[in-house]
């Protein structure tokens, strides 16, 4: 079974930084989700990869197929950005082949 | 549009009682699924189903029952609560069998938080 581990698990930045979140698998994997859970508890899906590099607005998402690490990036971070940022990788064979990380609970202070 | 919508928002329960947790999405989307996130732990998969009519096991599916009778219906049974079913219970919803499709990505209800006393 995947096993898919993130980091930091807690960051806390200043407004205006540029964060990092990374997200390691151990086995290999088709495609690889980033989701946000927001303080109220409600889960978006930011981006959806298989390979290179995803942007939408301040967000970055890569991929690394063969070194199994993706990595998401928030570029001049906003207060607004804090929430739990949640990776899943996919491995095939159904609905069933996504394994979800533990999330990295990450706090912008203004 | 409203997506994924989950009810209730909040329930308590007393062990042995038994509730369903309702779901219902108007994207027309194939692929819906049930999830317990516990603190410290990732997102698990209790139930699928990739179409209406089939259902299927996930990794927690133990005292939990689901049907899909029409494409936008997932409804989760709890049979007996018991305390070790507290958790907070999310439904997605996909446009494709395989969750991992391009242009498929995940679609979340609000979530329940269900407390087993």
């Known amino acids: 079974k995947n096993e898919v581990e993130q980091s930091p698990q807690n960051l806390t930045a200043q407004e205006g930084e540029f964060i990092t979140i990374n997200c390691s698998y151990s086995?290999?994997?088709?495609?690889l989700h980033w989701l946000q859970q927001h303080p109220g508890g409600g889960i978006v899906s930011l981006f959806m990869l298989s390979s290179g590099k995803k942007k939408h607005g301040r967000l970055i998402a890569t991929i690394n197929i063969q070194e199994k690490h993706s990595s998401l990036h928030i570029t001049a971070s906003h207060p607004r950005d804090s929430a739990v940022y949640i990776c899943?990788?996919?491995?095939?064979?159904?609905?069933?082949?996504?394994?979800f990380g533990k999330g990295t609970h990450l706090i912008i202070q203004p | 549009n409203a997506g994924v919508t989950q009810t209730p928002k909040f329930q308590v329960l007393k062990t042995g009682q038994s509730m369903t947790l309702q779901c219902a999405q108007d994207?027309?989307?194939?692929?819906m699924s049930w999830y317990r996130q516990d603190p410290g732990m990732g997102l698990r998969l209790i139930h699928y189903s990739v179409g209406a009519g089939i259902t299927d096991q996930g990794e927690v599916p133990n005292g939990y029952n689901v049907s899909r009778s029409t494409t936008e219906d997932f409804p989760l049974r709890l049979l007996s609560a018991a305390p070790s079913q507290t958790s907070v219970y999310f439904c997605?919803?996909?446009?494709?069998?395989?969750?991992?499709?391009?242009?498929?990505?995940?679609?979340f209800g609000n979530g329940t938080r269900l407390t087993v006393t």
């Open positions: 899943a990788g996919y491995q095939g064979g159904g609905a069933d082949g996504l394994t």
């Open positions: 997605a919803s996909s446009l494709s069998v395989s969750p991992s499709s391009y242009n498929s990505p995940l679609h």
């Open positions: 086995v290999g994997i088709s495609a």
């Open positions: 994207m027309n989307h194939e692929y």
